[in-house]
């Protein structure tokens, strides 16, 4: 199994940045994709972005831009870089790996315990 920890996460002020990680354990040679969903309280959880093996990242259009998605494959740990914070970026934050995701589902996925990001106006 894959083991995820997460980090990161926190309160900031509309406009500013966060940068939150991910550090993969266990069965890493199944991972062929990472990335970060998201989910407020009574709402979906959403694809933010995810990264491949091969460095083929994929964003949120609504995203795209503000965020950044990239990996540290010695360290086995995805980052997500968030710059000019919203508050409707307000959410729970979740690592995902994967053996693929379909459209925004994640096939084998295992996923982390979430971290919280709030962003005050």
């Known amino acids: 199994q894959v083991q995820l920890v997460e980090s990161g996460g926190g309160l900031v002020q509309a406009g500013g940045s966060l940068r939150l990680s991910c550090a993969a354990s266990?069965?890493?040679?199944?991972?062929?994709?990472m990335g970060w969903y998201r989910q407020a309280p009574g709402k979906q959880r959403e694809l933010v972005a995810t990264?491949?093996?091969?460095?083929?990242?994929n964003y949120a259009d609504s995203l795209k831009g503000r965020f950044t998605i990239s990996r540290d494959n010695a360290k086995n740990t995805v980052y997500l870089q968030m710059n000019s914070l919203k508050p409707e970026d307000t959410a729970v934050y979740y690592c995902?790996?994967?053996?693929?995701?379909?459209?925004?589902?994640?096939?084998?996925?295992?996923w982390g315990q979430g971290t919280q990001v709030t962003v005050s106006s």
């Open positions: 995902i790996a994967a053996r693929a995701i379909t459209g925004t589902n994640p096939i084998f996925g295992s």
């Open positions: 266990g069965s890493i040679f199944s991972i062929n994709v």
């Open positions: 990264i491949t093996s091969g460095g083929i990242t």
